[in-house]
């Protein structure tokens, strides 16, 4: 194989493109440029890319490293290394989500789940903000046993803290963990809130309800998102970061007050 400048050249213009394609169709859904499904368009045009340069870059690098005292591997071996880098970036995120259910609406309480107020006028027109357990997921199931066989660790949390002290440790966690604290209700004992995520700008709403009864607080949440079918298990993620952040506060409660 006769080895040109041309070849290195477009590997490299492969690998740049590729990451391009990948940065464009992300944070110009997140800017608001086009809907999401354009950005996954993008990036799968991407992926592609990414595929058929890093097929095409290895034969040059090959037949460059073949040449004796010819430096001409550099270019599309930097080409090759940036798509792998895009490919291992997209497949870390969709790969390990092929085993997930395709839901993207979770709750602790499945039977009586919290409900939103304040968040519903933000959500006209998109997914359903309501949580039903009964409800069909295609052929899958109902998306009650989805979650439990998907996330069966996710349940309600029994804290001794009074609800007036959990709200604010709701909301002081919730912040934390980069969210926008919308509507926090002292009588109904319920925290609203909306992450959005870097790439995309996918928003997901949040409700944190906190119920006394018998001396013991019940903390449930209910995550779901605006858009799309799948959540590559993001919700679960989020409900499951803040059971454990509001668990380790409630710990460090009871340690720092023991004789």
């Known amino acids: 194989m006769k080895l040109t400048t041309r070849g290195p050249r477009m590997v490299l213009g492969g690998g740049i493109t590729a990451a391009l394609l990948l940065l464009i169709g992300a944070l110009g859904s997140r800017l ?88 519903v006028p933000r959500r006209s027109g998109l997914n359903p903000h309501r949580y039903d357990a009964a409800q069909k997921i295609g052929d899958a199931g109902t998306l009650g046993d989805l979650q439990r066989a998907a996330y069966p660790e996710l349940k309600t949390f029994r804290s001794a803290v009074s609800v007036l002290a959990g709200l604010e440790r709701t909301v002081a966690i919730l912040e934390d963990m980069g969210l926008e604290v919308v509507a926090v209700d002292r009588v109904t004992g319920r925290v609203e809130a909306t992450a959005t995520t870097f790439w995309f700008g996918f928003k997901d709403d949040v409700v944190v309800r906190l119920k006394a009864a018998g001396g013991v607080t019940s903390v449930d949440v209910h995550s779901v998102s605006r858009v799309g079918q799948g959540d590559l298990g993001v919700n679960a993620r989020r409900i499951a970061t ?15 007050v023991a004789p």
Request: a negative charge.
């Open 242 to 256: 803040f059971l454990s952040q509001f668990a380790a506060m409630e710990r460090e409660d009871k340690s720092s």
């Open 32 to 119: 608001g440029f086009w809907p999401f499904t354009v950005g996954f368009l993008f990036l799968m045009i991407g992926v592609v890319v990414a595929v058929l340069t890093t097929i095409a870059g290895s034969f040059v690098v090959v037949s460059a490293l073949r040449r004796t005292g010819s430096s001409n591997y550099l270019a599309p071996g930097i080409g090759v290394g940036v798509c792998v880098l895009v490919m291992l970036v997209i497949g870390g995120q969709f790969v390990p989500a092929a085993s997930l259910p395709p839901i993207h609406n979770i709750s602790t309480d499945l039977e009586d789940p919290p409900q939103f107020e304040a968040i």
